[in-house]
């Protein structure tokens, strides 16, 4: 039977406090993963990761690390390796993070689910014979009444470098725009 005092069971009381002050409040715990480089949870507005430091000295000491809070419409997608235990993500300015954990209480389900949470809409559209196609999205944080950011991604072969398709993308963008940003 796992005891409640694992020392990676989740975040701890300070972790939490000091969530709290980055936050500007009380963190909404939807499910936590922890491990032995470190802690993330998902709130319904945030995915939060705190990372500890490799230890710097022969005394094993290490630092305390800082919250990093990651709107879940910042989040281009992510993945959940469930042989190595490893959660991995990909930032819409193509940042790319990741942490192996030990314990996962329901946070892959979680994080798959606040992701698509805050998608608003998704559009895939054909460029023009032979162009190829794009999808476009259209992501705001799901807990609150943010402003809409908009992305492009290609499909198929599309060379996102082509006039034609750079055209295409900021046209049909702002219909979109038209249509959802009120």
Sequence with gaps: MASSRDTHAGPGREQLKALST??????????????????????????????T??????????????????????????????????????????TV????????????????ERVRASILVEDTSEVSEGKGSVLIAGRRNPVADGPITWTAQPLKRT????????????????ELRDEYEL
Excluded: Y
Aim: hydrophobic fraction near 35%; glycine fraction near 10%.
């Design 97 to 112: 993070g990741q942490i192996a954990v030990t314990t996962t209480d329901r946070l892959p389900g979680v994080f798959r």
């Design 22 to 51: 980055v936050l500007g409040h009380r963190p909404s715990v939807l499910a936590t993963a922890s491990g032995p480089t470190g802690t993330c949870l998902a709130t319904p507005e945030a995915f939060c990761v705190l990372t």
């Design 159 to 174: 060379n996102m470098a082509d006039p034609e398709v750079r055209e295409h993308i900021v046209r049909r963008t702002a």
């Design 53 to 94: 430091e490799v230890p710097t000295s022969d005394a094993g000491q290490s630092g305390r690390g800082t919250w990093q809070v990651i709107g879940w419409e910042n989040i281009q997608n992510g993945d959940w390796d469930n042989a190595t235990k490893t959660l991995s993500w990909l930032l819409l300015d193509g």
